[in-house]
Structure formats: C-alpha cells, structure tokens
C-alpha cells in the first residue's frame, strides 16, 4: 500500500516539483530517513504513455498555462504565451531533455571575478566553487549512468550519422574537443535496459534508458515507504508562523479541493518560473514583497542560456534523426576567450529535429518556398543549437500580472527576458562557427533559425554569499528563513554555458546532505 501522510504532520519535507532537483532530492532525503510529501502540479505519466510523435507529446506533457512573454526577446512575436518549453508531470522536464549531462568549468562559479564588471549585467560569484561540487558532480554522474564517465563505467553511445557528419567538419576546421556524456544507458543499468536509438529522447524515452526522475528517482524514493507523490496538486502559497518559519502550503487537489499540508521544511523545485512565482504569491504582513524576498531579488536575473539554432543542408542524406537526439557536441568555445568580442561561452550542440518541429521552428508562423524547398531536404540536413553562457541582468525575471488570473485563481506569470550585447555576441558567433563547420563538409546550404522557447531556465532565486545580492545561501537555504529551501535551477548565481540538469543534481544531492544532517541535529 502507497504510503500516507496525514495533512496535519508537520514532520514531514514538504517538495514542491519532482524533476532533477524535486525527485533527487526526494529520493536522497528518503535514504537518509527522512519523511518526504511531493507535492506536482502535473499528472503522473508512464512510459507507455509515451509516443514517438512530437506534436502529440507537446501537447500532452508541456506546462501550457498561460505565461506571458515580455521584453526584448523574439518571443513576444513568435511564442507570446510560450516563454519556455517546459514539462507538467511528474518528472517533470527530466521526461523532455536530451540528456546531456556536462559539468560547469572552474571559471563559470567565478563569474564577477572572470569578467569583472560588465556594464548592464548584475553579475555575481557563487558561494561556492568547482572544488565543492565536484564530489557531488560524481555522484551524479553515477546516479544517472552518464556514458563515458569514470562514474558510470559506462561506454560512449554509438555514433550516429548525425554525429559524423558534424564531428567531421569540426575537425576540419580545427575543433579537437568533441563530446557527448550523455545521461542515457548505453547498455543495461541500474536495472534499465540499454539505448534502442529511437530518436524520441525529448517526447519521453520509452525505453527507460534515459536518465528521468519519473521513472529512477521517484519510484526509488517511493519503494522506501517514507515518501508520499501526490500529483495533480498545485501548490497556491505557502504558509509560515508569526516568527517568519515557514510552517506548511496550501495547494489544489486532483478533484479541485484546496488543502493544507503542514511541513518541517519546505524545499521548492518549480523550475524558474513557477518557483519565484510562488514565493512571490506567497507575500504576507510580515513579507509584503514575497517570502525570502528582502533583498528584492525573487523573481530577478532570470537566465535562459544564450541559444541559436540552424539547419544546413548536406549534398548527401544525413538522416539526423536516426540515434540519440543529441549528437556531437563541440566544446572547445566553452572556455572564455574575450579576444572573439565576447566574454564566455558556448557549446555547439548537434540536436536532431523531426520533421514537424523542423517546420514549425525554422521560421515561425511563415511559410514559402524558402521554407518547403528546405523541407524537402529534410533527409540531407544536419542542426545545431548554439547553448551559451548567459549574462544574468536584474530586470530581466518573473512577474505577476496585476489583473489576470489563471485556473487555479493566480496572477499569470509574465516571464521578462532582453538580450544583453553580449548575449547577441555570442549567438552571432556560434552560428557563424557553425556555418563553417557545416560547409567544411560541403553543405550547400545553412539556414539559421530564431531560438525557441527556452529549455534551460536558470536564476531568479540565486544564490548569493550575502542576503542583500540574493535569495539562498550556499546550501539553497533561503536567507530569510532558515526552513525554506531552492531546490532547482533557479538558484544558479551563472548560467555557465553548460546545459544545467546535471549541476541541479549534484547540487540536489549536496542539499539533501545539509537538510538530513540539520533536522537531525535539530537545526531545522
């Protein structure tokens, strides 16, 4: 029988999410003994309700409330309602990412340090460093069976023609460090069985092999008896005491009832956008700009990853789709370079399109013969997503719209986002690096794309060293209140210009470590 916590216990972790850093903290906590409630607003999908169809997974797994896009960004034209192209389920977006699982560099921990001060950005250096996550980084490189790490013992994936095909023109023009630890068995373990290379990677894997809280994470956690999933269950507010402690939530049941379930510590993993969202709706007398709000910085920063993408066109079929969605990685504009007119990153990511989201993507909302007589050529094409270190700027974040309201009775979010010159720096670049790439191997055509909603949500409760520059310490532990706890990517400081499931992770785990250790010693 699933385990059951009464509403009223409030000796429980109440977890807010139940993606990379929700689920792993859920299951880390579990091991430890410690008695956890998940709270998701999402349904609770299985594999088999997976479908190897892209426009029917869109539609059945993406957060599709209403969002409003705001700012600089293309968005507001393209996607005005679509600012990020995120999961509601559980598992959240671990069910659609690709699987990449790349480390932060030293640098990226040392962003104010590395660059200085750079006009119109809000730098800030992390409370901690590389040497402090590295352990950590281990460890999650175990848990999620990243190929070709020492963690997992496990073999690089084949190689795919989409591979081929870009790892050849980047040795052509002089690129040498070529990668792919990607988080998906590239044979049986950890009880799952090996990549069958089906292509569906970000429409949900049907065959387990790769990393998802959703089907790694959650059931291990729940086998202990100590955790409780209830999804369909949006959490509203939460509540907190006279003193400021953070005391339970009020959420939606599946049947629409409002609950309340009492807590010890409550740690949030909503993904950057609902995680501010609801610390900001969670305002009282005592926090009138929102819970662990008194620096002013709930909600700010938000970072996204500077991302391009384009499509080049090969002489002879390619196939992209064929294998893992993500392919060859180029990894040697990762480290800064300011003499290319930009300070950091980026990686060039070869990520396979299907044909419905070739077409929908590559110029949205037009049509024409530029359009279509690249369609045909669906079959010679290779595509890159440029993923690039992301400048964090104050205005930039989530909002609540002051007059409408959504299913649940909520402001709409408006999710705020405009490059930074560096921002565009850095996309102008990686597409030309790519263009030459490309041709290096005789494309005979290369059509760049605007990029599409975002994937990778970071910042917007950062952590800081002091409270003033942001909302969590070093452990995610926010500043103001001491039971309240950033689970997800919203507490990165920097973008880094490394994709960020596997650093929520690792921070996931180190998090779980401090919050077990703190309730025991009755510090929390």
Known sequence: MATQFRLDDDEVVVIVGSGAGGGTLANELAQKGVKCVVLEAGKHY??????????????????????????????????????????????GST???????????????????????VDGANLLDW??????????????????????????????????????????????????????????????????????????????CKMTAKWSTLYTEIPKALDTGRVELRPQSMVLKIEHDKSGKVTGVVYVDPHGHTQRQAARVVCVAGNSIESPRLLLNSASSLFPDGLANSSGQVGRNYLTHTTAAAVAIHQKPVHMYRGTAL???????????????????????????????????????????DVTSALEMYDHM??????????????????????????????????????????????????????????AVGATRVIDMPPYPASHNMGTNRMSAKARDGVVNKWGQAHDIKNLFIS?????????????????????????????????????
């Open 95 to 117: 069910i659609h990412w690709a699987g990449l699982a790349l480390r932060f560099l030293p640098h990226d921990f040392r962003n104010k340090s590395t660059y200085g001060h």
């Open 382 to 439: 290779s595509c890159v997503w440029v993923c690039g270190e992301d400048f964090a700027q104050e205005q930039n974040g989530v909002t609540l719209h002051p007059t409408e309201k959504d299913q649940y009775g909520l402001p709409v979010p408006i999710v705020s986002k405009t490059d930074h010159a560096n921002d565009a720096a850095i996309r102008r670049h990686g597409l030309a690096q790519f263009r030459k790439v490309s041709e």
């Open 327 to 369: 392919a060859a990685v180029i990894s040697d504009e990762a480290d800064p370079n300011p003499e290319r007119g930009f300070f950091g990153g980026y990686h060039l990511e070869g990520l396979s399109l299907g044909l419905p989201y070739t077409a929908a993507f590559m110029k949205p909302g037009g049509w024409g013969r």
């Open 127 to 204: 409370p901690i460093g590389y040497d402090d996550l590295e352990p950590y980084y281990f460890r999650a490189e175990k848990k999620m069976g990243v190929a070709g790490t020492a963690a997992s013992g496990l073999p690089l994936l084949p190689e795919n023609n989409h591979y081929k095909v870009i790892a050849a023109g980047a040795r052509k023009v002089g690129y040498k460090q070529i990668v792919r630890p990607m988080a998906i068995n590239s044979q049986a373990y950890d009880g799952r069985p090996g990549c069958q290379q089906l292509g569906f990677c970000m429409q949900g």
């Open 46 to 91: 299985q594999p088999d309700d997976f479908e190897n169809d892209e426009w029917a997974m869109f539609n059945k797994i993406s957060w599709l409330d209403k969002r409003i896009s705001a700012g600089g960004w293309h968005h507001t034209k393209t996607y005005p309602n679509l600012p990020a192209w995120i999961v509601k389920g559980v598992g």
């Open 488 to 524: 997800d990517g919203s507490q990165f400081t920097s973008s880094s210009a490394a994709n960020p499931t596997l650093t929520i992770v690792a921070l996931a785990i180190r998090q779980a470590e401090y919050i077990a250790g703190a309730m025991q010693r009755k510090e929390l």
